[in-house]
């Protein structure tokens, strides 16, 4: 695994590198990417003759996007206080393809400031059945009851009725 990442990093620079000719880059991407279709050729010798081969990234995850909308296909994101078993990602998954109405894809990560539950991410919405949430919900609620009740018996007092 180590040569293959370190291989990916010494084709890159020589990609990267003005010393090589687009044609010698060129050539070489044809001989390293066999069996890889001529149109992705094709997209890295213009990136590279334009300078552009570091969008690459980003050219890949909007592609991404354009097709898991062809194939109506949502990408969610768990996280949780503890990982999630086999089951449990299972049925967040099952749940968030209810909500969104459509296949999911889901990742989960382990969120150490998450005091308990779980926040999902759902393209640019979010989910959050954390317990941290849930706590300043409660506490809002319990603040906003107090100043309801405190307004309630101040009843009237010191207004005065046009009659």
Known sequence: MAEQVSSQDDFRRF????KFSVEVKADKIKKVLVGVDSLIHNLLINLISKGLLQEIP?????????LDR?????????FSATSL???????VATYVEQLVEREVILTSAVDETILG?????????LLDASIRTKLGRMKRDINSARTVALVSTMGNRGVKKNE
């Open 15 to 18: 990609l990267l590198h003005a």
């Open 58 to 66: 980003r050219i890949q995850i909007e592609y991404q996007k354009l």
């Open 70 to 78: 062809y194939r109506k296909v949502e990408r969610a994101e768990v």
């Open 85 to 91: 078993s086999a089951t449990q990602k299972q049925q």
């Open 117 to 125: 539950g779980f926040v999902i991410k759902v393209g640019d919405k």
